[in-house]
């Protein structure tokens, strides 16, 4: 099952971010989940990345973020990363990510917290290696 969802449009959902960022889940066999984050992680989207990541971890084994389409991340973004990590390993989930762009490698290595998350080459792999 895959859904793709645009987030903040419309309502009374705080600020409109749907142009910005947008999230696509794939579930795959044996409690794993896909995330993919398509476009910018700071300070007004990455509250959103956090409630995405919220959703799923508990509920599957392995939670993949597959942050390949990202084409900026900020500290906020970083900071629910973390968090997110964080809250699979309190629930006996495992977060991995699939890096993939320029943007999100730069920014985990320049804040040298690459060494602190399980780094997948790709999504294949990534849930190969589960």
Known sequence: MSSETPT???GDQGPDVGEVVRFEVTEHGDGAVVVGVHGEIDTMTAPVLSER???RIGSVSLLVVDL???TFLGS???AALVEGKEKAENAGSRLRLVCGSHAVTRALE???LMSLFD???GVPEALRTA
């Open 53 to 55: 990541l919220a959703e």
């Open 110 to 112: 320049a804040t040298n």
């Open 119 to 121: 780094v997948a080459d």
């Open 68 to 70: 390949t389409r990202v």
């Open 76 to 78: 906020a973004g970083l």
């Open 8 to 10: 903040g449009v419309g």
